[in-house]
Nanobody, 113 residues
């Protein structure tokens, strides 16, 4: 199983970015897909997750600004990030959960003030 994330970059405060993560590997059908992030000097934290039946969870800090979605046919999860703040600067990791957690390589999001 491989997870390939893309879409990170540099954006100004108030801007938007869309992250994508595609899971590949035979008949892999994850129950839950999601995004975590880790800022410098901080622990990795859950940003958002979505089940196969589109039940979503969000960190309080991103509610109303970020939207997670997934395409089950493509085994792909997306994170639309709007109204970005400098505090959102972090490496974002996608994850897929079935028998265990599978992790992508991380993509850097930098929000300048």
């Amino acid at each position: 199983v491989q997870l390939q994330a893309s879409g990170g970059g540099l954006v100004q405060t108030g801007g938007s970015l869309r992250l994508s993560c595609a899971a590949s590997g035979g008949t892999f059908r994850p129950n839950v897909m999601g995004w975590y992030r880790q800022a410098p000097g901080k622990q990795r934290e859950l940003v958002a997750s979505i089940s196969r039946f589109s039940i979503t969870t969000y960190a309080e800090s991103v509610k109303g600004r970020f939207t997670i979605s997934r395409d089950n046919a493509k085994n792909t999860v997306y994170l639309q990030m709007n109204s970005l703040e400098p505090e959102d600067t972090a490496v974002y990791y996608c994850t897929a959960v079935l028998d265990k957690y599978y992790w992508g390589q991380g993509t850097l999001v930098t929000v300048s003030s």
